[in-house]
């Protein structure tokens, strides 16, 4: 009945529910509200809206949305107090029939708990719940669906604030999204479906920094499942104005492509920060940037990824994109790993480390390098990157497996690159391959050729003036990769069945015929042998004065 709560039969039995808690293990962190106890819960079908129970409710209250409870909301609810609940029996939902957000929580130590909101797409500036300027708030349960332009569920200038367990259907902009002034801000085991989203850009969780001086710290996002039908990543933090988000996680998160999109994950200008564990379904959708997205950050650790389903002709999969001091390791990859610059101000790509990584190029993917390290700008720094033990599998006519390509020789350095322990088979043209000023690089033990490395093609161990090299059973010539290489260099090559070990394979202990029958300035010099080694490769080691 309007105007107060009557102590009905059906009113004191709901007395008896207590406020909402939520269990922390000793040790643990959760952001989220403290527990609201003993509180008698306002029974929203009694009063004439749910604004209405909301007043009265007050703070330290809670409503109550009795199963079969169905309202319509013409204008924005607001939840402004201290200590309130708002807890959803199933069976009870709440339609937003009006462009605007339709749950605007801006209190303290707030649960909305199970609800579920409907409203009709809109290209408003519009969401179903938005929570601006609150602390410690937890949204568990229920469903958002047709959303507005601003998505299911927003959040701005707040902290200590959990989304959990929720399910966000449709859409236009964002199904989760968070935006400027941000700390402690979770979203997790969330279900998120865009495939029904009124726009084609559509963003399902993202957490972005766009005012001046505004911020966004302790981050996490994990154990979402995500259906992606819009044209951008499943998941993206980024600084887009504002300053750049530190302290992120995301992790253990699974997306599945239901249209082309740019990919799965992206940190954009973010320091200090974890991507692992995620799970990118690619369904056989185009992508046009990549899987895994590094831009212009730092500090941040990509292991354990995976991307699988890329269609026969895709290239992409992780990028380190004007990026430094970063760690990719541990991923399991259908497309490159791109070290490079996109503009003038992502130039530089120093200090990174490109780690035990397994990356199939598909079948189509042409004259791409699967380990790609590009230093394309005036003065930009590349150097001091490390590529370790990594697994390539490349296909037919792919260029190269590992590429050092500096394309402004004159200001910018690929200086003091590692690559060491990589094994790459089933290569074109080269397993490396460098440019001429790609200087101080150290070749040690990089197996390549075929589906087995090192059983067909070369191996090579060294720093460019020197090292060794192996032609596979079967061979009768190889092309060396060495910068140190000149027009007028005296290369002196030398049968040394000892060397095995180093290139991780047996030599052969025949010693064939064998002559330098070519050098490419810069790049490389080639070999051949007067018949082809039986079983074992034939190993030898090189030196270069020039």
């Not at 643990?28 to 004439?48: C, D, E, F, K, M």
């Not at 410690?136 to 299911?152: I, L, P």
Request: net charge neutral; with cysteine; glycine share 12%.
């Amino acid at each position: 009945m309007p105007g107060g709560v009557q102590m009905t039969a059906t009113n004191i039995a709901l007395n008896s529910l207590i406020a909402l808690s939520i269990p922390i293990a000793q040790g643990q962190t959760v952001a989220g509200p403290r527990a609201v106890a003993g509180l008698a819960p306002v029974n929203a079908s009694l009063y004439p809206s749910l604004a209405a129970a909301v007043t009265a409710a007050g703070d330290n209250g809670t409503i109550l949305l009795p199963p079969g409870y169905n309202t319509t909301i013409a204008s924005t609810v607001k939840i402004s107090g201290t200590n309130v609940q708002l807890l959803c029996q199933n069976g009870s939902t709440i339609t937003k029939n009006f462009r605007g957000t339709g749950l605007l929580v801006t209190g303290r130590n707030i649960v909305v708990d199970n609800c579920s909101i409907t409203g009709a797409p809109s290209s408003s500036n519009s969401d179903d719940l938005q929570i601006n300027g609150a602390s410690d708030v937890r949204v568990s349960g229920g469903s958002y669906t047709n959303s507005g332009a601003q998505g299911g569920i927003t959040i701005y200038r707040s902290s200590r604030v959990r989304v959990t367990g929720v399910s966000v259907f449709g859409g236009a902009t964002f199904g989760i999204f968070a935006q400027d002034n941000l700390d402690e801000i979770e979203i997790d085991s969330n279900i998120v479906d865009t495939t029904s989203a009124t726009v084609s850009q559509t963003l399902a969780i993202g957490v972005h920094t766009f005012a001046k001086e505004a911020y966004a710290t302790h981050i996490k996002i994990h154990d979402n499942k995500i259906i992606q039908g819009g044209d951008d990543f499943c998941i993206e933090v980024g600084a887009f104005g504002g300053l750049r988000p530190t302290g992120i996680e995301v992790a253990n998160n699974m997306c599945k492509a239901a249209a082309t999109s740019t990919g799965m994950v992206s940190l954009a200008s973010v320091s200090n920060g974890v991507m692992t564990g995620n799970i990118f379904d690619q369904n056989n959708q185009t992508i046009t940037v990549e899987a895994f997205e590094l831009a212009a950050s730092n500090n941040i650790t990509a292991s354990a990824n995976i991307q699988y389903g890329a269609p026969s002709k895709n290239i992409y999969g992780m990028s380190v994109n004007g990026s430094s001091n970063n760690v990719v390791s541990g991923n399991q990859l259908q497309g490159r790993i791109y070290l490079g610059g996109s503009t003038s101000a992502m130039a530089n790509n120093y200090g990174n480390r490109i780690t035990e990584n397994q990356i199939q190029m598909q079948s189509d993917a042409k004259s791409q390098a699967a380990i790609w390290l590009q230093c394309n700008f005036t003065s930009a720094n590349c150097n001091g990157n490390y590529i370790g033990g990594n697994r390539i599998i490349a296909a037919s006519g792919v260029n190269s497996g590992i590429y050092l390509e500096n394309d402004v020789c004159a200001s910018a350095t690929v200086d003091s690159t590692i690559v060491v322990g990589n094994h790459i088979g089933g290569y074109g043209a080269q397993a490396f391959s460098a440019s001429a000023c790609a200087t101080n690089t150290v070749l040690v033990g990089n197996g390549a050729g075929g589906a087995t490395p090192g059983t067909n093609g070369y191996t090579m161990f060294g720093t460019g003036a020197g090292g060794a090299f192996s032609v596979a059973a079967g061979a009768t010539m190889t092309t060396v990769s060495t910068p140190a290489v000149t027009a007028s260099s005296i290369i002196t090559v030398t049968p040394n069945s000892a060397v095995g070990s180093i290139l991780n394979l047996t030599c052969n202990s025949a010693i064939p015929i064998y002559q330098v029958v070519a050098i490419n300035p810069g790049k490389s010099f080639a070999v051949k042998i007067g018949s082809a080694p039986v079983k074992d490769p034939a190993c030898f080691t090189y030196s270069i004065v020039n």
